[in-house]
């Protein structure tokens, strides 16, 4: 476990600051959020972000500082995160590995599945509702106390809930905490912290509206999280976007570097899809199972973990201790890092071949018995890891992607198998068809033949939908089809149009199933029903958004919070 003594004046002090509030009478918890989701519209703000940048910033400048957070930024050592797809799952692999070694981590991500108290987390656990509830007015109270003629309208709702993380994470001294970024980096709200490492994930095409219609644009919003003297990670990237974060990396003075994918560490074998969670065996005998299913999340992990031992290394000085490696011998970079010399990926050599073998005779290993020397870094084994570092990877949960569920259907003795991933780009849509199909092709034949298929898709309109689509259309397995929009309830603002529109699409792709538009998820829950009323197992694929996921999640309450 890690030494984090906090002084003890300053403990006492956030305590009771926080103390003296939660007793104040405030609204309710329902109408708190209610009062909430009618700050101004996020919409409303990215077309001000888009006309003037730089006013972006001011206001992130103006509302820091009359709340006086500079404290709390300062402080609080930060890990930062930006990405198209991958990004939530990377900062709860990180949130949980700190929490394993004995950190007390604020997480602070977006968006939510079922509650916006998801969005503030330590120690994975949500904020609770008093808790929530005294922090917003308490915030709210003070902008308002404070308001200028430039500032005279409450931030955005991402903005807001941003600087209630920054708060919370202050007056409960959390040891680190986890930021991931909203929408694109270099002028979101969160891009005000002072981080300590920070990661990009895997960049694919979306928010084309507000980022740009090309990968190159997006890769320079996304880069804006790069910090001068601050290492950061990224993944294998395509060749576009991997020259911009290059570009911008030394443009800034920031050191970038691609960690080499977990299963080209050592030497991996894995399992059938039919055991949930990514079986890993290792060639000395350990086995790590990644508790997010898919592919995909070997690379999150993977980002995740050696941003950890950068941050570890930085604030604590314990990569010994992580790796088996004593002090006085400990390497200016990371062990078992690499990039990856892939096609359409940007490659470069880390560290040469001569350098991996002068540091290996300079090893030592303090417990032989428990620690296996290999000829070279990248072929550290898995043991040589901290138990604890591998509780964090085995034991992380992030709910609504590659998620599986089984509910007994309460009419009969059948299964409804829940498969949930709020995949909304073409990459993320294909990881989550491989994790979707596995699953299924795993399983007896007999099974598979008495087994209805279903599919529940929504997207909004500014994604590719004929892209996203397509790759569901060729897979044919699919008895019903049902477009749903993400509203609880039938509104009458809904855009009927766009859930025709995406049904048109499915027809000119050839796709197979019978069609069915729904104006709310309630109906598409009551169609369900309708269409589950047999005594047979059901598979249900829900995917293409996120807000659909959640939403299912809430009504049909396949999570708790």
Known sequence: MLNTNVPSNLVLKQKLLRANFSQSKYPSYQETIKALFRHQSVKAKLTELELNTHNTKEELAHFTKTLDLQQVLARIPTLHVAGTKGKGSTCSFISRILQSVG?????????????????????????????????????????????????????????????MSFQHFWESCVDAMVIEVGIGGRFDATNIVSPDVCTITSLGMDHLVKLGGSLEQIAWHKAGIMKP???????????????????????????????????????????????????????????????????????????????????LSRRYGVIDDLFGIAPNSRPNHIPCMETIGKQNTYTQNWISAKQQEQHHQRLVIRNKEKFQLHKSLYKLPISTLMPQIIK???????????????????????????????????????????????????????????????????????????????????????????????????????????????????????????????????????????????????????????????????????KKI
């Open 103 to 163: 950190l007390k981590t604020g997480l602070s991500t977006s968006p939510h599945l079922v509650s916006v108290r998801e969005r503030i987390q330590i120690n994975n656990e949500p904020i609770n509702e008093q808790d929530f509830t005294s922090l917003y007015w308490r915030i709210r109270e003070r902008i308002e106390k404070n308001k200028t003629d430039r500032y005279k309208m409450l931030p955005s709702f991402f903005r807001f809930v941003t600087m």
């Open 229 to 311: 003297g601050v290492h950061c990670f990224t993944v294998p990237q395509k060749l576009e976007a991997m020259k911009v974060l290059t570009k911008v990396s030394k443009q800034v003075g920031a050191k970038l570097s691609v960690p080499r994918p977990i299963d080209q560490m050592v030497n991996i074998w894995e399992s059938s899809p039919r055991i949930q969670g990514v079986r890993q065996m290792y060639q000395n005998g350990k086995s790590l199972a990644l508790s997010l299913q898919g592919e995909h999340q070997k690379i999150n992990a993977t980002a995740a973990l050696h941003t950890v031992v950068e941050f």
């Open 392 to 558: 964090g990877l085995e034991t992380t949960k992030w709910d609504g992607r590659c998620q599986l569920i089984k509910e007994s259907n309460p009419k009969n003795s059948a299964i409804i198998n829940w498969f949930l991933d709020g995949a909304h780009t073409t990459n993320s849509i294909n990881y989550a068809i491989k994790w979707f199909m596995g699953i299924i092709n795993d399983r007896p034949l007999e099974q598979k033949q008495n087994t209805t298929n279903i599919l529940i898709f929504n997207c909004i309109g500014d994604r590719e939908i004929e892209n996203l689509l397509e790759p569901l259309s060729k897979l044919n397995i699919f008895q019903n089809v049902i477009f749903s929009p993400n509203l609880i309830k039938k509104a009458w603002h809904l855009d009927k149009d766009l859930q025709q529109l995406i049904s048109q699409i499915w027809k000119q792709l050839n796709g197979k199933g019978k069609i069915s538009v729904t104006d709310s998820l309630q109906n598409t829950l009551q169609l369900v029903d309708k269409l589950t009323s047999k005594k047979e197992n059901v598979n249900i694929f829900v995917t293409g958004s996120l807000h659909l996921v959640g939403g299912i999640m809430k009504l049909r309450k396949l």
